[in-house]
Every structure is written in structure tokens, then in C-alpha cells.
């Protein structure tokens, strides 16, 4: 950035460059804003497509209250997972595979217009089934047809291209390093090739095109799973509400719309199989026991059959008191039969704690427990369980939480061993309680007579495995009611739809807006940093700013060398014209002038000036003479078509006098003192007094002396010749001059050190500061 001597910035200088390369601005922003509605006219639209779901972890049953509170011992409780988890498990890798099996998106079918490539997904010209095996994947496999001979051409060909068991749908490590294929076969037969074997059906009502091109890409449903993950989101609605949005885009909105429909579809099918197959438990248990009741009733009705037929129809013939205590017996057997079955699955729960297999823990049924507080131990465990399966399912590596909740669970199984082993004991006392009543009943039934006692006992076992086995049949109904009636509270709101207000991409407005944005930071940035890493001076207002020296005149860029009589009238006569009328203003009260021109480093154009000052000079009536002091590159004798011969090298060294080396121009009034010969030692010579002499004989002869002086920074012949000068003209060339070479002259301005100092600003383009008008600081 241009900076001041006081590396202060000049907005206005920066806006002034900006302003000067509109035209820039203009190429970039049609160049940029063409692009863009060139991009936006061909690029395939895309369409966000979202369904709205609530995720919500209670559930409860069709009578409207919670599942637990319906059938105790055989509802199923609910996840305690939170939204996030619930999200984690939508969106893991298992659910959007099974998503991806129920659709047929293994293949993609594409076909080209207008060199775009647009995806078919209804009305597809052919569908390809891949053989098992494997087959490539992520390469266009075009597919050319010709109706009239019935044939079909594939042509596939890419480096590199990765394989994949199109029969257990994943890939493999495998790939073909060049792949090359172009084959044909009949419309009716299969293809067959060493990396690619399908079988191809045509669409009869789709009108096929030899010169349209279609391709399909095959892909497994692993490597789709992973596709849809990364560009599938799901976004809740708001931080208190368990309503989520499913969003994921694409171009054909019937594919996305499918897609979100069935993954919505199968996570809920999935959470209901996972809080169903608490109830299933339930019911296989009850199954079992119902299969032992029903064989036990089965041979107590023989037995008791068998009985009657023996004892002559003898039924009921039995005593009032034998009644009794059959009837009394009986209600114990009942009653000592689900204390056995109490006791059972007391037993069972023991062995199933007790066991650890390492991996995540299974949910228990809570069936026959007959302790309330064993019972709310089952069913926090049980919450417990489905908790952390739920975080182990989402979680790569298992969290803090994770590993105490894991040992929740563990303590919760030790507690409910020790409560299990508790109510045992009890059940264990009662059942004893029971047998010794049953057997004091069996002891009464015994002194009765032998027939009645046999139909008695019989009776009684067949009644009471009638009423065991009615009771498991009314267990496994209620069961099988909780187990259909039991619904996960998680639903569709709105099935997949597209998003209001059109594609996501490409965005006409905000392709415009870049497009806007890029012609005019484009642009803007170039000049910055071209101006940031640019040490040039460039402009007339930058030189001003950079060195506190009165800027005499500018003179603007050529092709010409110097001017001539005929063409005392160009732009660059005038240019210099204005610098001699300027010279005679400031110095008017000097008749005779002695200018010295300098400058930085040789190609900043001092030599061009001082040509044509002293020219114009001539010109104007006035006796001027153009010394050449440069001794080290001396190049006046060349504009005017000299020889160097005798100049001032030969006076300085006394080897010839001032009329011997003063040489006549083609410009009347204009006499020149060539360099003459190079010597070795120039600050030598210029140290010598004849200098001066020579300088003063000028004076007397002439109006003015133009000197054409060595640059200033390089040698140091000019620090000697200096003062001799009325003034000295400091030559800056625009584009050229660095802004570090005004440093040394404006430190000897600072210190008066030059008498009288003016910069001539060289090679000015139009625009750029030319036809300045002197005005002193």
C-alpha cells in the first residue's frame, strides 16, 4: 500500500488508482457475471427434500395408559435414551443400510444432454441386475442400443477402479488397474465380461435413441449407506421438543423422497421389534409352562377316566366329610402349585443373573414374582439394560457415562439375586407350609373307602391342572394383548416433501451475488496487492507524497528522442516549454542560469531531459549550451550524431581549450560540450579547477548552461559539480523510480544542502498527473 513519509495510507490516492482501472472492474464483472448464468442455466438443479418425524421415548398402550401399568409382569418398559441418542441410532450405519436394502439404489441410471449428466429413477430405459460375484463399482458403465439389429454395446473404462461382491453387497479390497471394455451383445442375453457380468432387461415403452447416451454407475448398498450418511441431516425443531426435520439433498426429488420415507418407516419398525421382544420373552415363557400344564391335564383326565370306569360310575357317592376335604385338598394343591411355579422362576432368575457372558445384558420378565419390591428392581433394571444397549449400539468407544451405567447395571444384578434368593427362602417356607397341610388332607382322604378315595384324588389332580393350565392360557392372552397393543410413541408428522422455495443449488441470486462480489474483489484485490508489493512511484499525487521537493513540470511519455525545429509544436515541446517558462519564473532575478540534471540511476531519462531543455531553451532565442558531464556513460554526442573527440575530459586535462571542445547543433542558438573521452579517474578531473574555470567563461558567453550531470546516487561526481549550480533538476521516471532512491535527495533537501532542487517527472502517461501546473510547497 502506498505510505507517506509518515507510513500514513492515502485513501484518497487508493480510490483514485481504483477509479483509473474501472475498466478492469467491468471485464471481470461481465466475465464473472457470464459464468454465472452460464452455470446457473446448465447446472442440474438440486431440491432438498425433509420429513418431519417426533422422536419421543414413551410409550404406552392402546388403553391410554403406560404399557407397565396394564398387565403387570408382562408389559415392557420403555429406552430412557435422550433426543441425541435416539438421533445417533436414525442415523447409524445399521438403519440407513436396512433403509438402503428395501430400495433399489445399488445402480444409478444416468443419461447426458447437452454435455450434463441428468439421474433417471422412474421411467428408466433398462434395469440391470448384477450376477453375484464381483463386479466394479464407481465407474460409468455406458450402455449404446441398436433396435434394428438387437444388439446393445457396453463400454466402461477407467484406472484404478475399485471391486465390490455384488452378492454380499460389500467392497473389497480388490481393483482392476486398467480398465478397458466395449463389447456387444444381443438385447435378449446377458452380458458377460471378466469384471462386469449383468443381466439386462429393456423397456418396451421407453423409445430408445442409438445417438442418446445412457450409463449406469453399480455401486454396493455399503458404499450408498456411507453416501447417504455423510450428505443426510436431521435437525431437531427446537431444544425442548422431541420433533425432528430429515433432510437430504438431491436432483430427482422422487428418490430423496423415497429414501426418507422408508428410513423414517424402518427405524420405527425397528424400535418397535426392540420394545416388542420383552413381551416375546414373556410369551415363550408362559409357552413353556402352558406345554408341561397341558401334558400334566392330559394324563390327569386319563387317570381320573380310568378311575371311574374301575370303581362302577361311583362318583359322588363319597361322604360329606370326605367331600371336605377333598375340596380343601384341592384348594391347596392350587395354592401349592403356584407357590412350585413361584419357586421355579425364582430358581430360573437366580441361574439367568448369575451368568455373565461379557457382553451387553439382556432385559428380564418380571412374571410370578410376587414381591413388589423385587418386582420395581426388575423394571429399573430393565430400563437400565435398554439404556445401555442404546449407548453401546451409538457409541464407538465407550463414554464415562457409559462404563457407570455398565456398573449400575451390575450392582442392580447383584441386588436382585440377593432380593430373588430373599423371596425364595419365603417361597420355599410357604411352599413347606402348604405340602404339610396337603399331607395331613391326604392323610383324612386315606381313611376313606378305597374307590371313593381313588375317584377323590383323581378329581382333584385333574381339577387342578385345569385350573393351571386356565391360568397360564389367561397369562399368555394378556400377554399377546400388551405385546399388539404396545406402541412405540414415534411417528411420521409429515412424509418426505420438497422444500419450499426451489432448488438449493444452483441459487440464481446468490450465483449472481458471488458473480457481483468477484467483479468487484477481483479486481479490487489485484490492484492492493499489486499496489501492496509495488516500490514504484506511479503517479504524479504519489511523487508529491513521497518527497517534500517542488515538482517543476511533467513531461509525458514518447517514442521521440529529442525535438526538432520542425517540431517545436508536439506534446513534448510543449511539455518541456512549460519547464523553461517555469525555471524563468522562479528565477527570474538570475539573467543567466546554470541547470544540472540528475537523477536516481541511469534509465530514469536524464539525458531525454536535458536534450530537450536545452532545445527548447534554443528555441526560445536564447543562447543555451548542453554540457555532457557524465564521463562514466556519456550519450548526448549520440542524440545529435557526434563524435566524442575533444569534450570536457580533454579541457579538464588541459589538452585542449574552451573554443576547441565547444561544437555547433543542428538547432540554431544550441552548442554542445561533448564528455570527450573517457578517462579512469572522473572525480578526479572533476575535482580540478578548471572546472570552474570553464563554468565561468560559459557563463559570459552564454544564457543558458544545461548539464547533463552523472546520477546522483550511483556515483559521486555530482556531490563536486553541485556547487556549481544555480539549480538542479531531479529527474523521476513514473514506473521506474523507486521510492526508496528519493530518500538521499530529500535528506539533502531537508538540510539545504542543495542551493536549489526541483523534480522533473518523466515518462507521465495521459492521465496520470501530465500538464501539471507548478505550484510550490
Known amino acids: 500500500m502506498s505510505t507517506s513519509q509518515n507510513d500514513t495510507i492515502d485513501l484518497r490516492a487508493i480510490v483514485r488508482k481504483i477509479l483509473r482501472m474501472w475498466w478492469l472492474f467491468a471485464i471481470v464483472t461481465i466475465i464473472s457475471v457470464g459464468v454465472a448464468v452460464w452455470h446457473v442455466k446448465t447446472t442440474p438443479k438440486t431440491y432438498e427434500v425433509q420429513g418431519v418425524m417426533l422422536m419421543s421415548d414413551t410409550k404406552r398402550n392402546s388403553f391410554g395408559g403406560r404399557a407397565e401399568e396394564f398387565i403387570k409382569g408382562t408389559s415392557y418398559l420403555s429406552s430412557s435414551a435422550g433426543l441425541e441418542d435416539e438421533i445417533s441410532i436414525l442415523m447409524s450405519f445399521t438403519n440407513i443400510l436396512n433403509t438402503i436394502q428395501q430400495l433399489d439404489f445399488g445402480i444409478s441410471y444416468y443419461y447426458e444432454k447437452n454435455f450434463l449428466e441428468h439421474e433417471i429413477y422412474e421411467d428408466k430405459p433398462f434395469i440391470v441386475r448384477l450376477d453375484t460375484g464381483l463386479q466394479i463399482t464407481g465407474v460409468k458403465v455406458e450402455v449404446w442400443t441398436d433396435t434394428a439389429a438387437g444388439t446393445y454395446r457396453v463400454v466402461a473404462k477407467g484406472k484404478n477402479v475399485r471391486m465390490f461382491n455384488a452378492g454380499l453387497q460389500k467392497p473389497v479390497d480388490d481393483f482392476v488397474p486398467d480398465l478397458s471394455i466395449d463389447q456387444t451383445a444381443r438385447m435378449d442375453e446377458p452380458f458377460r465380461s471378466p469384471y462386469l457380468n449383468f443381466s439386462i432387461r429393456f423397456n418396451p415403452e421407453h423409445v430408445i435413441s442409438p445417438e442418446q447416451k445412457y450409463f449406469f454407475v453399480p455401486a454396493s448398498n455399503v458404499e450408498v449407506t456411507a453416501h447417504y450418511r455423510r450428505k443426510t441431516a436431521v435437525i431437531p425443531q427446537s431444544d425442548e421438543s422431541n420433533i425432528i426435520t430429515i433432510s437430504t439433498p438431491g436432483q430427482d426429488t422422487k428418490k430423496e423422497q423415497d429414501f426418507i420415507n422408508t428410513l423414517m418407516q424402518t427405524y420405527i419398525k425397528s424400535e418397535q421389534e426392540k420394545h416388542n421382544e420383552k413381551g416375546k420373552k414373556t410369551i415363550a415363557f408362559i409357552d413353556q409352562q402352558l406345554d408341561r400344564s397341558t401334558e400334566n391335564l392330559e394324563t390327569a383326565e386319563g387317570n381320573l377316566q380310568n378311575v371311574q370306569a374301575s370303581a362302577g360310575g361311583l362318583v359322588g357317592s363319597a361322604s360329606d366329610r370326605g367331600a371336605a376335604v377333598f375340596n380343601d385338598l ?87 439375586i440377593q432380593s430373588a434368593q430373599d423371596a425364595r427362602r419365603g417361597a420355599q417356607l410357604e411352599l413347606d407350609q402348604i405340602t404339610a397341610r396337603v399331607k395331613q388332607l391326604e392323610y383324612q382322604l386315606n381313611q376313606l373307602p378305597q374307590s371313593s378315595r381313588q375317584v377323590s384324588i383323581a378329581t382333584r389332580k385333574y381339577d387342578l391342572n385345569a385350573s393351571i393350565n386356565t391360568y397360564l392360557m389367561e397369562k399368555r392372552y394378556e400377554a399377546e394383548i400388551a405385546v399388539n397393543s404396545d406402541q412405540v410413541d414415534k411417528y411420521i408428522i409429515d412424509p418426505a416433501r420438497v422444500k419450499d422455495g426451489g432448488p438449493v443449488a444452483p441459487k440464481k441470486k446468490v450465483s449472481l451475488g458471488i458473480a457481483l462480489a468477484v467483479g468487484v474483489l477481483l479486481p479490487l484485490g489485484f490492484i492492493l496487492v499489486r499496489d501492496f508489493f509495488n516500490d514504484r512511484i506511479m503517479d504524479l499525487d504519489e511523487l508529491k507524497r513521497l518527497s517534500p521537493i517542488p515538482v517543476l513540470s511533467t513531461v509525458p511519455v514518447t517514442k521521440r528522442q529529442r525535438i526538432t525545429k520542425e517540431e517545436d509544436r508536439s506534446i513534448l515541446a510543449e511539455a518541456f516549454r512549460t519547464a523553461r517558462i517555469n525555471l524563468q519564473y522562479l528565477n527570474a532575478n538570475m539573467e543567466r542560469q546554470v541547470v544540472g540534471l540528475t537523477s536516481s540511476t541511469s534509465g530514469e531519462g536524464k539525458t531525454f531531459c536535458s536534450v530537450n531543455l536545452a532545445t527548447v531553451m534554443a528555441l526560445g532565442s536564447k543562447r543555451t549550451l548542453l554540457l555532457d558531464a557524465d564521463m562514466r556513460r556519456p550519450k548526448i554526442h549520440e542524440r545529435f550524431g557526434l563524435e566524442l573527440g575533444q ?131
Open 330 to 416: 384341592s384348594r391347596l394343591k392350587d395354592e401349592e402349585g403356584r407357590a412350585r411355579s413361584k419357586l421355579e422362576y425364582l430358581s430360573e432368575l437366580i441361574t439367568h443373573m448369575g451368568t455373565d457372558d461379557g457382553g451387553t445384558p439382556s432385559t428380564i420378565s418380571a412374571a410370578n414374582v410376587g414381591a413388589p419390591a423385587l418386582s420395581n428392581l426388575i423394571d429399573q433394571y430393565n430400563r437400565d439394560v435398554n439404556e445401555l444397549a442404546t449407548k453401546r449400539l451409538t457409541e464407538r468407544q465407550q463414554s464415562a457415562p457409559t462404563i457407570a451405567l455398565a456398573r449400575k447395571v451390575q450392582t442392580q444384578r447383584n441386588q436382585i
Open 647 to 777: 569534450g570536457l575530459s580533454t579541457y579538464l586535462i588541459a589538452e585542449a581549450g574552451v573554443d576547441e571542445v565547444i561544437r555547433t547543433s543542428d538547432i540554431p542558438g544550441l552548442d554542445i560540450i561533448t564528455a570527450g573521452p573517457i578517462p579512469p579517474n572522473p572525480l578526479e578531473l572533476f575535482e580540478s579547477p578548471r572546472l570552474a574555470e570553464l563554468l565561468q567563461q560559459l557563463r559570459s558567453r552564454y544564457d543558458h548552461i544545461v548539464i547533463d550531470a552523472s546520477p546522483m546516487g550511483v556515483v559521486s561526481e555530482f556531490k563536486v559539480l553541485v556547487h556549481h549550480l544555480d539549480i538542479t533538476l531531479y529527474v523521476v521516471r513514473q514506473g521506474f523510480t523507486r521510492r526508496a532512491m528519493l530518500r538521499p535527495v530529500n535528506e539533502l533537501y531537508a538540510t539545504d544542502k542543495l542551493k536549489r532542487v526541483d523534480l522533473l517527472f518523466n515518462g507521465v502517461k495521459a492521465g496520470d498527473g501530465y500538464g501539471y501546473v507548478y505550484e510550490p510547497k
